[in-house]
């Protein structure tokens, strides 16, 4: 799930070295967060979030074959 989160961000940003993605596991739980330079932000939340919210649900669609919950939080 990182990988893909990864994939998916530095095709948004106009600074994709400055992408980063850490991953903690808590048993079925985890929790991806997605670190972006300041001035990418906004293209990775988009217009009232709906990028963001995109990207969680190709998340949660990949993780529910492996039966996993993951949360994508962007900071």
Do not use: F, Y
């Given at each position: 799930?990182?990988?893909l989160v990864e994939v998916i ?40 979030g709906r990028i963001a919210k ?22």
């Amino acid at each position: 799930m990182k990988e893909l989160v990864e994939v998916i961000a530095k095709a948004l940003v106009e600074h994709p070295d400055e992408v980063l993605v850490t991953q903690k596991e808590e048993g079925k739980h985890i929790t991806i967060e997605l670190h972006v330079a300041a001035s990418d932000m906004g293209k990775v939340i988009g217009k009232q979030g709906r990028i963001a919210k995109a990207i969680r649900s190709v998340v949660k669609a990949a993780s529910s074959r492996d039966n996993q919950k993951v949360d994508v939080e962007i900071v």
